[in-house]
C-alpha cells in the first residue's frame, strides 16, 4: 500500500507550530513532527491529539542533522515541509550568535538538501517582522525596506536570501515565506499555550506569567515614544489565526515561485492597551513600571497584510480581547505550563 501523503512539520512541538499541528489535524493532513524538544517538550503533542482527535508522527531529530531529516524523508511520503524550527531570542541571539547561525541557518540548509534529495519542493518558511529595518513608514508591506538589527533577525533574512538563490537555481521550487507579526494568545482549549522553557522575552507572556503570579512586575521599556500613550506599539497577532494562515498558505500553493505574506492584523496596539486587555480579560491587576527604552525596540510596527487576505484568501478572525482571554486560560489551566500533564 503507498503511504499517505504528509507535512512535515520541523518545530511543531513549539508554540506556534504546536497550534498549527492543530489545524492541519482538523482539517484531515497527516502529519510528521520533528523537533528536538529544545524549548519544548513532548506534553505538547499529546495535547495536540487530544484536541484534534487523532495521532500525528513525531520524530526526535535535531534538523541540523542532514542524516535523520532524510531518514524522516525516506520513511515518509512528505509533500510539503513547514519549517517552525528554530531559536527566537533575541537578546540571546546578540550574546551568542554563533548558536543562533548554527541552529537556525544550518538546521535550515541540511532540511532543504535532504529535500532537494528526495524531491520534495514545497516549503513553507516560519519568517518574522523582524526583517524589516526601523523604519517610520506604517504599515509594513512586504516591500518595506529589510535591515534586521540583531543576529536573530539576520538569521530570518539570510535564510530568506537562501530560498531566493534556491528557486533561481531550480524554478520547480514552490516556496512561502510567512512574515510573523507579534503573536499571542493561546487555543481555545486552554490545552496548549506558549510554554518556553526559559524565562519569556516577549510582552503577552510575561504579562500572562505576572497574572498568574509567577513573575512579580512588569518592565515597560519607554513611555517616550512617539505613540499616543508614548508606549511600544505592535501587531499582535492570534496564535490560532496564525495558525491558520499557515493551512491557507499550504492550500494555495498551486504554483512554483517565491511568495512572501505578512501575517499581521493591520492594527497595533500600545504596551498600555495590552496591560488594560489582560487586566480586563484575568481581574487581576498587572503591576507594571516604566524603565529605559530596550535597546533596538521600534515605536512602532504593525502589517498591511492585504497580500494574504488577497492572495491567500486569509483574514485573522480574533482580537487583543481573544488573546488576552485565552492566554489568561491556558495559564491558569496550566499553573506551570506543561510540566504537569493533566
Ligand atoms: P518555539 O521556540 O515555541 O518553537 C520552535 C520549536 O523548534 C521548539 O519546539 C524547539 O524545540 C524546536 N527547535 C529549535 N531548534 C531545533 C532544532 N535544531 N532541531 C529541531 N527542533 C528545533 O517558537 P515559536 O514561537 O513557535 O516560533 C516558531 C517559528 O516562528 C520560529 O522559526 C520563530 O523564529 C518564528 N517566529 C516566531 C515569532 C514569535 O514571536 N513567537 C515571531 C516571528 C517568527
Ligand atoms: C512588544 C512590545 C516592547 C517586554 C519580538 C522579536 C520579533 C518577533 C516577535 C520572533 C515592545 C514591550 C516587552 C517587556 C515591554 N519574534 N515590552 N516589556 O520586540 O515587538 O518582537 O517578538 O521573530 O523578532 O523582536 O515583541 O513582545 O518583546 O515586545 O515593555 O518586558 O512590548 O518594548 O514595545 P517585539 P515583544
Known sequence: MSKPSTILVTGGAGYIGSHTCVELLEQNYELVVVDNLSNSCEYALDRVDKIAG???????????????????????????????????AVGESVRNPLKYYENNMAGTLSVLKAMAKHNVKKFIFSSSATVYGNTAQMP????????????????????????????????????????????????????????????????????????????????????????????????????????????????????????????????????MDVIKAFEKASSKKIPYKIVKRREGDAPTSYADASKAKRELDWQTKFGIEEMCSTAWQWQKKNPLGFKRPQ
Open 54 to 88: 487523532r495521532k500525528l508522527d513525531y520524530i526526535w531529530a535535531d534538523v541540523t542533522d542532514c542524516n535523520a531529516m532524510e531518514s524522516v524523508l525516506e520513511n515518509f511520503n512528505v509533500e510539503a515541509v513547514i519549517h517552525f524550527a528554530a531559536l527566537k
Open 140 to 271: 509594513l508591506t512586504e516591500d518595506s525596506p529589510l535591515g534586521p538589527i540583531n543576529p536573530y533577525g539576520k538569521t530570518k533574512l539570510m535564510v530568506e536570501t537562501m530560498l531566493h538563490d534556491l528557486y533561481a537555481s531550480d524554478p520547480t521550487w514552490n516556496i512561502t515565506i510567512l512574515r510573523y507579526f507579534n503573536p499571542a494568545g493561546a487555543h481555545k482549549t486552554g490545552l496548549i499555550g506558549e510554554d518556553p522553557n526559559d524565562t519569556p522575552n516577549n510582552l503577552v507572556p510575561i504579562i500572562t506569567r505576572i497574572a498568574g503570579g509567577r513573575m512579580d512586575e512588569l518592565m515597560v521599556y519607554g513611555d517616550d515614544y512617539p505613540t499616543p500613550d508614548g508606549t511600544g506599539v505592535r501587531d499582535y497577532i492570534h496564535v490560532t489565526d496564525l495558525a491558520l494562515g499557515h493551512v491557507a498558505a499550504l492550500k494555495k500553493m498551486t504554483e512554483p515561485g517565491v511568495h512572501i505574506f505578512n501575517l499581521g492584523t493591520g492594527r497595533g496596539y500600545s504596551v
